[in-house]
């Protein structure tokens, strides 16, 4: 199993990027798949998660109305579009198979907001 995060880049407030997380290992179309984040000196917090099919998404409060999940079954990728950036979203962010906790954990994307 392996996930590679990749998109992170510096923006500044009120900007978008999107976050692509290429995955391999498993059958990708099966699972849930969730991301997360970390800031400096703070814990790895649920981001967003999307269901099998896409067909169910659910965001952390904080980011509601501003990030999209998404995913691509064919390309077993899934995607954070982010806009409205915010200095508080800066964070490593990072993709996973949601409930999976003893899954490696990829090397994450850098997401700087800066004013």
């Known amino acids: 199993v392996q996930f590679v995060e990749s998109g992170g880049e510096l923006v500044q407030p009120g900007g978008s990027l999107r976050l692509s997380c290429k995955a391999s290992?498993?059958?990708?179309?099966?699972?849930?798949m969730s991301w997360y984040r970390q800031a400096p000196g703070k814990e790895r917090e649920l981001v967003a998660t999307?269901?099998?099919?896409?067909?169910?998404?659910d965001h952390q409060d904080s980011v509601k109305g501003r990030f999209t999940i998404s995913r691509d079954d064919t390309k077993m990728t899934a995607y954070l579009q982010m806009n409205s950036l915010k200095p508080e979203d800066t964070a490593v962010y990072y993709c996973?198979?949601?409930?999976?906790?003893?899954?490696?954990w990829g090397q994450g994307t850098q997401v700087t907001v800066f004013s």
């Open positions: 290992g498993f059958a990708f179309s099966w699972y849930d």
């Open positions: 999307i269901s099998t099919g896409g067909f169910r998404t």
């Open positions: 996973h198979r949601s409930n999976y906790n003893h899954d490696p």
